[in-house]
């Protein structure tokens, strides 16, 4: 669900959400590689390869962890500060695991902005090293959620010092304000690289496509949304709402 929280109030976060959002691009991204549950073992499994190891770029904008010829394919429609996605990663990630381990579930991330001023630069952040980190990022970046969120929601004062300096700068400053740019260093991106992060074209244009197409192909209303083998689920915004559809595919 388009979830509520504290606003950070600033002409900045309005601009970036609107360039973003009014991209959209259908250049496809370089791939990079990188105990089941009842009934999630079926026929044509490959049981001697562990699935969550196979992580893609795909040419929608997401990452996909899996087997991409899966019976079962999710996507999920989720943003990086919606805390009902936090909820639902922190309890989905183990049991999740255990069906794309098999071979017969794969699972699509698309980050989708919701219109805070920290989903742009987080966003372009956790994308910008390819596929093999995204998940673990992710992870990263949902457990110490209300962490960063209340960093920057403290900070906020500082967001008028950002005014009229270079979109790169503004997205950076975003992060230090939520204490992310400490976060971001230590896993890969230090300064220089993670500013070259904010100016990643093709990332920004992949950010407006996923807008694009979540609200006018698959009808979000909110985050997560899933799609469950084209289907756009409605009412399943947790795992023990989504895992019986799984089941009922397998």
């Keep these: 669900m388009f979830t509520a929280r504290r606003p950070m109030r600033s002409l900045i976060a309005a601009s970036l959400i609107m360039m973003i959002a009014a991209c959209d691009s259908s250049t496809p991204s370089d791939a990079v590689a990188g105990e089941a549950p009842a009934g999630a073992a079926k026929a044509g499994a490959v049981a001697s390869k ?9 040419a929608d904008g997401g990452f996909l962890m899996g087997n991409p010829d899966a019976k079962v394919k ?4 989720a943003s990086v500060s919606c805390s009902h996605c936090a909820d639902f990663h922190a309890t989905s990630k183990v049991p999740l695991e255990n069906y794309i381990r098999t071979g017969n579930v794969s699972y699509e991330m698309r980050t ?3 219109g805070g001023p920290l989903d742009p630069p987080v966003s372009l952040a956790v994308r910008c090293q390819g596929a093999a980190p995204f998940f673990r990022l992710t992870d990263d970046i949902f457990r110490t959620q209300k ?9 906020q ?11 790169a700068d503004q997205l950076v400053g975003l992060l230090r304000i939520a204490g992310l740019d400490s976060f971001f260093a230590a896993r890969g991106l230090p300064g220089a690289k993670l500013k070259q992060c904010m100016t990643d074209t093709k990332q920004i244009d992949f950010l407006g496509k ?3 197409d979540g609200v006018n192909k698959h009808g979000l209303t909110g985050t997560p ?21 799984i089941k009922a595919a397998l």
């Design 50 to 58: 562990d699935w969550t190891q196979a992580t893609v770029a795909t």
């Design 210 to 212: 996923i807008r694009n």
């Design 225 to 245: 949304t899933f799609v469950l083998n084209g289907e756009t689920l409605e009412g399943v915004s947790s795992w023990p709402a989504l895992e019986p559809k």
């Design 157 to 167: 004062a500082k967001l008028a010092e950002l005014e009229g300096q270079p979109q």
């Design 112 to 114: 989708f902005l919701l």
């Design 74 to 77: 999710i996507i999920e429609f």
């Design 147 to 155: 962490t960063w969120m209340q960093t920057a929601f403290d900070n």
